[in-house]
Antibody, heavy 117, light 109 residues
């Protein structure tokens, strides 16, 4: 069965960067995009971008361009999301999700990122 | 950018049918997907491509679309169905192409 296991919670200061990992298992890692979606406290879901594990290609939501980097390591079936210049508005739960033709069929458990001075 | 609007809350008695709507411009031309999210948990896909169910999702969950509105119906509602439900589409014209609805909290009375 498909599993996406994310790294643990992070606490960061404003201006810092955070890197969240997402280890995939149960399917061919290079066959499907990995997306990153975040959810601020009490808010809805916000798509951030995707990485193509096969090619390393990426596409980011305009809001995050210049501040986010999504990468992957195919040798360990792991995707990464690196978000820089953090502010309190970036406090959220960050999810990775396996993409499938315009939707997300499996999700990681989420990683809570808290930005606080 | 593209907007999907859902009612904030829906209340339903056990055994009845809950209907959750999702409105968006020209939604009839897009595939609509639905997710269930329980508190503190990741979303789970319950309906995709308007009305198909992933493996393991009960037949009680069904989706439909008419005009500018998509609807998720949960029949024979159980206490365990209490959760937030979000619709989602892919909109190629948006700079945020993967768009989520505002979410509906389903409360089982």
């Amino acid at each position: 069965q498909v599993h996406l296991v994310q790294s643990g919670a992070e606490v960061k200061k404003p201006g810092a960067s955070v890197k969240v990992s997402c280890k995939a298992s149960g399917y061919t890692f290079t066959g499907y995009f990995i997306h990153w979606v975040r959810q601020a406290p009490g808010q809805g879901l916000e798509w951030m971008g995707w990485v193509n594990p096969h090619t390393g290609g990426t596409d980011y939501a305009q809001k995050f361009q210049g501040r986010v980097t999504m990468t992957r390591d195919t040798s360990i079936s792991t995707a990464y999301m690196d978000l820089g210049r953090l502010t309190s508005d970036d406090t959220a739960v960050y999810y990775c999700a396996k993409g499938l033709t315009g939707m997300f069929d499996f999700w990681g458990q989420g990683t809570r990122v808290t930005v606080s001075s | 950018s593209y907007v999907l609007t859902q009612p904030p809350s829906v209340s339903v008695a056990p055994g009845q049918t809950a209907r959750i709507t999702c409105r968006g411009s020209n939604i009839g031309t897009k595939s609509v997907h639905w997710y269930q999210q329980k508190p503190g948990q990741a979303p789970v896909l319950v309906v995709y491509d308007d009305g198909d169910r992933p493996s393991g999702i009960p037949e009680r969950f069904s989706g439909s679309k008419s005009g500018n509105t998509a609807t998720l119906a949960i029949s024979r509602v159980e206490v365990g169905d209490e959760a937030d439900y979000l619709c989602q589409v892919w909109d190629s014209s948006s700079d945020h192409p993967y768009v989520f609805g505002t979410g509906t909290k389903v409360t089982v009375l």
